[in-house]
């Protein structure tokens, strides 16, 4: 027997089986670290736990008993610096192996890990370290990004905010050399007792997510957080122990927890990690699929429409047993046309960063092109019209968690420091996604979209604010409006609407100008690929722009 049947069920029969009798044994202390990783290093100490290479031809292969050692000499060093349960630590550190070991290492110190792309620039850095209230930020020997690290906590100091800077695979001046810290580590971790040991309820993990009418909000989980991810792993990926799993995504992105950690560890899958540049080249990923045998693969349908752009005769593909899509909608070209090449149906599942996957094509239920599937149990998704009432076949309403029953493991905690925002989600007896949809006879679920502004493109969420914000700094900029345009690769592309200044008039040259602004103040991936000058943006009678009337007239176009 596994690990995954100390926390569940696993026999089903069939779908109906699954819904009605799935459930999670949540123990009263549950540690990831402890529970999952050390107990398959007891079970089975040479069973392998992650195989990471990266674009230069370096290659290296860790057991679940390596990760243990690893992590528990990191959360010894850190310790013996004073990190304790309570602090707060950010890792910039894209795919590089030491995050599969720092993570775990933070969990047993009950350090709260907050993961963030290496593609946020100083105003995005210092917003993020000084709401997370962040003690050391981690990142790579990277130029720009240290640049970008550096500017931000020089600029937190005036605030008499002070952050520590740690850095992995390399060395850097001011920087504490994060590898060298876990290599003088004590193996014999004592695990924390009493007020220092992580308990269920405390905060393991943070995700900043972007929002229309904000700046990014905090999503906390606490540490049975990981459960949740059984449902993804297990009932949606359909991975055994036997698999070697490829999801595409950085370690900033609340993907990697959904795809590249919890639930995989706990099925007692093998991850595989693809550690390239900042540009992804599709035929590279396939040679690496090939390669190293990926048995179970994961990708944004950004992804997928790249790689069935190349020649897939080219590569041997025959180790993929099973396919997986989630972040946007999967267009049924692509769906065709995967299967055509591998033979194999690709799965979509959704969920937020604020849960595991809710709605899923599992191994019990058929693809049916446009739609994301079926509702899983624990999370019991339901769909609720604008009287609170649960929808009627054929009826759209929001996706919705209910809390009747308390929290479910899995589900996000809190948005941090922002009342606001918890108040709009949990109310009515709800955890409320924000997200649209409605129910077919057979009971699939088909997905309209937000019912907010944020932009999904190429698998990053781009919240309007962030946008607007960057251009409004802009001395051209008099007013901005940003909405997403349909986008046949990426899915949807950010298109700004802009109000020019007096003194200034529409030109090329003027866009691309504003197009590097935006590069320059913030993350390059939020950049308008489309910019239109209008004379007036439209609005409501109390002066809020109205997207969705330039969202209607683009679509008209």
């Not at 392998?48 to 990191?74: H, M, P, Y």
């Not at 560890?265 to 590279?284: E, K, N, Q």
Request: negative net charge; contains cysteine.
């Amino acid at each position: 027997m596994g690990i995954i049947e100390r926390f569940c069920r696993t026999d089903f029969d069939s779908y109906e089986d699954f819904y009605k009798n799935f459930t999670i044994n949540v123990p009263k202390t549950f540690n990831f670290s402890y529970d999952v990783i050390d107990a398959w290093t007891e079970l089975e100490p040479d069973k392998r736990a992650l195989v990471w290479c990266n674009d230069q031809g370096d290659e290296r292969t860790f057991t679940f008993s390596e990760i243990s050692a690893l992590s528990k000499k990191a959360a010894s060093a850190f310790r013996s610096r004073g990190f304790k349960k309570g602090d707060t630590v950010m890792l910039m550190i894209k795919r590089r192996w030491e995050f599969w070991v720092l993570v775990p290492a933070f969990c047993r110190l009950g350090v709260t890990v907050i993961p963030a792309t290496y593609m946020l620039t100083t105003k995005d850095i210092a917003y993020r370290a000084e709401l997370a209230n962040i003690r050391m930020l981690i990142t790579v020997p990277d130029d720009s990004v240290c640049g970008y690290v550096d500017e931000a906590i020089a600029k937190l100091q005036t605030k008499g905010i002070t952050v520590e800077r740690g850095i992995v695979g390399g060395t850097r001046a001011g920087y504490t050399d994060v590898g060298a810290l876990i290599d003088a580590g004590d193996e014999n971790f004592i695990r924390p007792t009493g007020e220092l040991a992580p308990c269920n309820e405390d905060i393991m993990l943070g995700y900043f997510t972007s929002g229309t009418s904000g700046m990014p909000s905090l999503v906390v989980h606490d540490y049975v957080y990981p459960l949740g991810h059984i449902l993804t792993a297990k009932f949606w990926q359909d991975l055994q122990e036997t698999d070697l799993h490829l999801t595409v995504a950085d370690t900033g992105w609340a993907k990697c927890s959904w795809g590249k950690l919890y639930g995989q560890w706990i099925c007692g899958a093998a991850l595989f990690v693809y550690d390239y540049g900042s540009r992804f080249h599709p035929t590279d990923l396939l040679r690496v699929v090939q390669q190293y045998h990926v048995t179970s693969f994961c990708a944004p349908p950004t992804t997928y429409r790249f790689l069935i752009k190349e020649d897939l005769s080219q590569f041997r593909l025959d180790s993929l047993r099973v396919s997986h899509t989630a972040g946007e909608p999967l267009n049924p070209e692509v769906f065709n046309r995967w299967k055509e090449f591998t033979g194999l149906e690709i799965h979509e599942g959704f969920g937020q960063t604020e849960t595991p996957v809710l709605i899923a094509t599992t191994k019990w239920t058929t693809p049916c092109s446009g739609s994301t599937g079926m509702p899983l149990p624990w999370m019991n998704t339901t769909l609720i019209d604008e009287n609170g009432e649960e929808c009627e076949v054929g009826v759209e309403g929001e996706i919705c968690i209910p809390l009747k029953n308390g929290r479910p493991a899995g589900l996000v905690c809190e948005y941090r420091s922002n009342p606001e925002k918890n108040a709009a989600a949990f109310r009515d007896g709800y955890y409320h996604t924000g997200d649209m949809a409605w129910r077919d006879e057979q009971g699939y679920i088909w997905f309209i979209g937000r019912n907010d502004d944020v932009i999904k493109s190429s698998g990053y969420r781009i919240g309007p604010f962030e946008v607007e914000s960057a251009l409004m700094e802009h001395p051209a900029v008099l007013e901005t409006a940003i909405t997403a345009v349909p986008d046949p690769k990426r899915g949807q592309v950010v298109k700004a609407t802009i109000v020019l200044t007096r003194g200034y008039k529409p030109s090329d040259e003027l866009v691309r100008e504003l197009q590097d602004h935006v590069k320059r103040v913030t993350a390059p991936y939020k950049y308008p690929r489309i910019v239109e000058f209008v004379d007036e943006l439209p609005k409501t009678t109390s002066g809020k722009i109205r997207r969705v009337d330039i969202r209607r007239r683009d679509a008209e176009k």
